[in-house]
């Protein structure tokens, strides 16, 4: 079974940090890019960050260039999102995404399979 699990979403101040993982079971996950998507309430769902397959190319939204860091191992089947000087804005749950394919992809409707996200909540 495809599976994406999304964990360390919680309550943090604003200028705090947080890193997110995202485990992957049921496929091999050197095939597949993967994205950071999140969805703030009342808002569509967007695209944070997301990285290749083999994890050498990256992409940020612009809002999360310098504050967020996308990695992942392959061989431990976990994609990462590092956050840091949170701001309330960044408030959402975030989930990750795979999608088939090397290039890293953010489009939402182009992404495979979900997991069923996690929670960050900034505030003070």
């Known amino acids: 079974q495809l599976q994406l699990v999304e964990s360390g979403g919680g309550l943090v101040q604003p200028g705090g940090s947080l890193r997110l993982s995202c485990a992957a079971s049921g496929f091999t996950l050197d095939f597949y890019a993967i994205g950071w998507f999140r969805q703030a309430p009342g808002k569509e769902r967007e695209g944070v960050s997301c990285i290749s397959s083999s994890g050498s190319t990256t992409t940020y939204a612009d809002s999360e260039k310098g504050r967020f860091t996308i990695s992942r191992d392959n061989a431990k089947k976990m994609v990462y999102l590092q956050m840091n000087r949170l701001k309330p804005l960044d408030t959402a749950v975030y989930f990750c995404?795979?999608?088939?394919?090397?290039?890293?992809?953010?489009?939402?409707?182009?992404?495979?399979?979900w997991g069923k996200g996690t929670l960050v909540t900034v505030s003070s």
């Open positions: 995404a795979a999608r088939a394919t090397v290039q890293p992809s953010c489009v939402d409707s182009a992404m495979n399979f």
